[in-house]
């Protein structure tokens, strides 16, 4: 078993039943920690332009650059931004969607970031 694996079965502890009980679909999350700006004016532009397309596709906001403090392990997050989706299958839509795909390529040429999806529970 890979390392990935091995953590990620022995995590299963964290991962607690729906208080309905109920499968139903769960909220997903767009991470990204931007690292550097290398464009201020390409961001300026993607800032003013992005948030009609996240809300198109159901995404909210929930952190934008807000940071209380790293209290575990060495990561050290520059400028976290977290973005809600209902789904994950709607996060991916939105990330890989043709309204998307000009300001995807503006914020990474702006930008550089690290980035993933989350599912949530």
């Known amino acids: 078993m890979s390392k990935v694996k091995e953590i990620r079965e ?9 208080p309905s009980g109920k499968d139903s679909p769960m909220p997903a999350y ?3 920690d931007v690292l550097e700006v290398t464009d201020p004016a390409k ?6 332009r ?15 650059g807000a940071l209380a403090g790293v209290v575990e392990g060495a990561w050290r997050p520059t400028f ?3 973005i ?11 990330y890989d969607s043709e ?3 000009a300001l995807k390529a503006l914020r990474l040429a702006a930008s550089k970031s690290n980035a ?6």
């Open 50 to 64: 992005v948030r009609p397309v996240v809300e198109k596709f159901g995404g909210r906001y929930l952190v934008a």
């Open 80 to 82: 976290p931004v977290l």
């Open 99 to 101: 309204d998307y795909r």
């Open 10 to 18: 022995a995590a299963k502890c964290y991962i607690l039943p729906s």
């Open 43 to 48: 961001l300026d532009d993607y800032k003013k």
């Open 116 to 121: 993933v999806f989350l599912d949530g529970l």
């Open 30 to 32: 767009f991470l990204i």
């Open 84 to 94: 809600q989706f209902p789904s994950l299958d709607q996060a991916r839509r939105w």
